[in-house]
């Protein structure tokens, strides 16, 4: 997944949650919103690692996804 991917990935991640922001909450609404909100701490640490790999001299493309329990544990 190359950067501009995972850009376009959480550009369309932020537009629904502004829907389902803007629409209400129900409690499916509720629920796809803690899965966006993880998909794209996924998303942004993704593309973290791929640019430090970059900076540091490595194969960005090497980079992986991480589970949601990681991303969702970092405090910062």
């Not at 949650?17 to 998303?43: F, I, M, P, Y």
């Amino acid at each position: 997944m190359s950067d501009q991917s995972i850009l376009a990935r959480i550009s369309a991640l932020i537009d629904e949650e502004h829907k389902l922001r803007t629409a209400g909450l129900s409690d499916d609404a509720g629920k796809r919103l803690q899965q966006l909100e993880v998909e794209l701490d996924q998303c942004w640490d993704l593309l973290r690692q791929r640019r430090a790999k970059r900076e540091f001299g490595e194969n960005p493309d090497t980079a992986t996804p991480r589970d949601p329990g990681t991303v969702e544990g970092y405090s910062g």
